[in-house]
T-cell receptor, first 114, second 109 residues
Framework: ETGVTQTPRHLVMGMTNKKSLKCEQH?????MYWYKQSAKKPLELMFV???????ENNSVPSRFSPECPNSSHLFLHLHTLQPEDSALYLC?????????????FGDGTRLSIL | GQNIDQPTEMTATEGAIVQINCTYQ??????LFWYQQHAGEAPTFLSY??LDGLEEKGRFSSFLSRSKGYSYLLLKELQMKDSASYLC??????????WGAGTKLIIKP
């Protein structure tokens, strides 16, 4: 396997459920990111991890809880979500957080909140 | 504030040339990225410009003018598979990416 893998690809959940999104990168990168992508809106950066340490948390509601156990794995734990949280959640990785290093994205998890 | 502007949607004909513009306003600047995103798929890296001028990669070229806060992506010899969204993202002084909303490119036969 190569690249960035996200599971599940699709998730439907009720507002009271708890679920987790998983991301794994096989590129040897040391930075990982969670983004939210809504239709016709710019990508919204949610969380950044560099060498497993969280370096960015862009005012994300506490119902989203990230976890980075190592440089290759990233999770997004979901709890008591709202309908407006329905979106595509993208994971990305890069070699470091500076300079012209491109981010490599997974195919995303399409999340629908009932 | 920081802002990226790019057209919402463009239409072009197979075999033709199309230019997708992007203007940016950021706190500091450390380069600009273009990504391609097909529907239901991951964004994929196309180009990175940090110096003024044109960078060519096969059918795709990207241009940057730092003084004007302006970039464009030029696609030549358009193919149906080029139908996708094209995302512009500028890097600010903290090396954080500021993303545009993307330009949906529709290619017609």
């Amino acid at each position: 396997e190569t690249g960035v893998t996200q599971t599940p690809r699709h998730l439907v959940m009720g507002m009271t459920n708890k679920k987790s999104l998983k991301c794994e990168q096989h590129l040897g990168h040391n930075a990982m990111y969670w983004y939210k992508q809504s239709a016709k809106k710019p990508l919204e950066l949610m969380f950044v991890y560099n060498f497993k340490e969280q370096t960015e948390n862009n005012s994300v509601p506490s119902r989203f809880s990230p976890e980075c156990p190592n440089s290759s794995h990233l999770f997004l734990h979901l709890h008591t979500l709202q309908p407006e949280d329905s979106a595509l959640y993208l994971c990305a990785s890069s070699q470091g957080g500076q300079g012209g290093q491109p981010q490599h994205f997974g195919d995303g998890t399409r999340l629908s909140i009932l | 504030g920081q802002n990226i502007d790019q057209p919402t949607e463009m239409t072009a004909t197979e075999g033709a040339i199309v230019q997708i513009n992007c203007t940016y306003q950021t706190s500091g600047f450390n380069g600009l990225f273009w990504y391609q995103q097909h529907a239901g798929e991951a964004p994929t890296f196309l180009s990175y410009n940090v110096l003024d001028g044109l960078e060519e990669k096969g059918r795709f070229s990207s241009f940057l003018s730092r003084s004007k806060g302006y970039s464009y992506l030029l696609l030549k010899e358009l193919q149906m598979k080029d139908s996708a969204s094209y995302l512009c993202a500028a890097t600010d002084s903290n090396y954080q990416l500021i993303w545009g909303a993307g330009t949906k490119l529709i290619i017609k036969p």
